[in-house]
């Protein structure tokens, strides 16, 4: 006995999909925002958030795509885009990291890839990551100042500039490298900036 397969069908089982995992998300404490047939936007407490991520890529095969952070009145929002290649779908969990804490959970211990994302995220919007296994700078330059965040609400261009302590801080991390100063740019020196490019995440990048 054959089977055909038409659109209808297949739309059907792909609907069946996603209804399976929504159940599982909701489960999970996740509400549903928005979304269509190939993506879903869902709003989960920030506690079972690793735990999710973890049970997304170990039962339903997802991959971390990348992570988005936006700064908000309450704190940070923290977008996990999930993708399921095979379904062609993607789920999208957001959480409210708020400015009392500032601090997510790594998930970069059991998800190497996520490495970068979090440190640029910690670098830019100033969110912490307890647990992870190497929190340090990426984006930002030695010298750049402590507490400053460049991609939050209300930062001013003059809030970057080095302080006396952000500078002798950087000299050591260059001495640290087995380097001197003259090996090195400063971030700025009054006649030149310094602008770090990247990292820079392929999966970004818009599809043609």
């Excluded at 999208?92 to 995220?121: H, N, Q, Y």
Aim: aromatic fraction near 6%.
């Amino acid at each position: 006995m054959s089977t055909t397969t038409t659109p209808e069908t297949t739309a059907a089982v792909g609907r069946k999909w996603v209804d399976d995992l929504e159940a599982r998300l909701r489960g999970a404490g996740a509400v549903r925002e928005s979304g269509s047939t190939q993506q879903g936007f869902y709003h989960v407490p920030i506690e079972r958030l690793p735990r999710l991520l973890r049970d997304l890529i170990d039962e339903y095969q997802a991959r971390l795509a990348t992570v988005t952070g936006i700064d908000v009145r309450d704190g940070t929002e923290l977008l996990y885009h999930m993708c399921f290649d095979d379904d062609a779908f993607t789920a999208t969990l957001k959480i409210l990291v708020p400015r009392t804490t500032d601090a997510m959970e790594s998930i970069t211990p059991w998800l190497p890839g996520a490495e970068f994302i979090e440190r640029e995220i910690h670098d830019l919007l100033g969110v912490n990551f307890p647990g992870h296994p190497r929190m340090k700078r990426l984006i930002l330059s030695d010298d750049w100042p402590d507490g400053v965040y460049p991609l939050r609400r209300g930062f001013k261009k003059e809030h970057g500039r080095p302080r006396p302590e952000d500078k002798a801080r950087s000299e050591a991390a260059v001495a640290s490298r087995g380097l001197t100063p003259q090996q090195t740019i400063p971030a700025s020196d009054g006649k030149r900036t310094m602008v770090a490019i990247g990292p820079f995440h392929p999966l970004q990048e818009e599809p043609e």
